[in-house]
């Protein structure tokens, strides 16, 4: 059977229809350096479950309080989870002592009702729904980085694609 076929007969397929773009051009005009420390998995936050039932996980709401940094939520399939990996929204979260942190950011998207794409992701993908973090405290690095990021993943819940962001390292001025 044709999978157009399918999908037409199941009206219910569309309601979880995702469009991705997997550009290789994306990838190599916005590729990270090698020496950023993003690039290592290591440097991320373990793989966190958003939900657990009708609530955010716990481990969401034991977030640190001491970082900012760049996130992701993914989605995350059953029959082979190691492979099945969909990025469906990258963010970041600068830091400021006492105001904003990783924390308080990730338990602001399950209250979240004003974005279309934040409230489908959570209602039709929510036992699905992982969430992961890199930690860092330097805002114009966060900035840099979500950017990058965006530009080359094209997650197809952000709804925009942020302008290239060039920072330059610092010097002395004397």
Same mark, same amino acid.
């Given at each position: 059977?044709?999978?157009?076929?399918?999908?037409n007969?199941?009206?219910?397929?569309?309601?979880?229809?995702?469009?991705?773009?997997?550009?290789?051009?994306?990838?190599?005009?916005?590729?990270? !350096?090698? &020496? $950023?420390?993003?690039?290592?998995?290591?440097?991320w936050? @373990?793989?966190? #479950?958003? *939900?657990?039932g009708?609530?955010?996980?716990?481990?969401?709401?034991?977030?640190p309080?001491?970082t900012g940094?760049?996130?992701?939520?993914?989605?995350?399939?059953?029959?082979?989870?190691?492979?099945?990996?969909?990025?469906?929204?990258?963010?970041?979260?600068?830091?400021?002592?006492?105001?904003?942190?990783?924390?308080?950011?990730?338990?602001?998207? !399950?209250? &979240? $009702?004003?974005?279309?794409?934040?409230?489908?992701?959570? @209602?039709?993908? #929510?036992? *699905?729904?992982?969430?992961?973090?890199?930690?860092?405290?330097?805002?114009?690095?966060?900035?840099?980085?979500?950017?990058?990021?965006?530009?080359?993943?094209r997650?197809?819940?952000?709804?925009?694609?942020?302008?290239?962001?060039?920072?330059?390292?610092?010097?002395?001025?004397?």
């Open positions: 059977m044709r999978a157009n076929a399918f999908l007969l199941n009206d219910e397929d569309k309601l979880y229809d995702i469009i991705y773009y997997h550009n290789p051009k994306h990838w190599i005009e916005n590729k990270i !350096d090698d &020496d $950023n420390p993003i690039i290592n998995e290591d440097n936050s @373990k793989e966190i #479950k958003y *939900y657990e009708e609530s955010i996980s716990e481990d969401i709401k034991n977030l309080t001491n940094g760049v996130y992701m939520f993914y989605l995350k399939g059953i029959n082979l989870s190691f492979f099945e990996n969909y990025i469906v929204y990258i963010g970041r979260c600068h830091y400021s002592e006492g105001k904003r942190y990783i924390r308080k950011r990730a338990k602001e998207y !399950d209250s &979240d $009702n004003s974005r279309t794409e934040i409230v489908r992701m959570k @209602k039709y993908w #929510k036992d *699905y729904l992982f969430y992961r973090y890199y930690p860092e405290t330097d805002n114009d690095v966060i900035d840099r980085d979500e950017a990058t990021l965006i530009r080359a993943i997650p197809p819940f952000n709804s925009e694609i942020p302008d290239k962001i060039e920072v330059q390292a610092t010097t002395n001025a004397f």
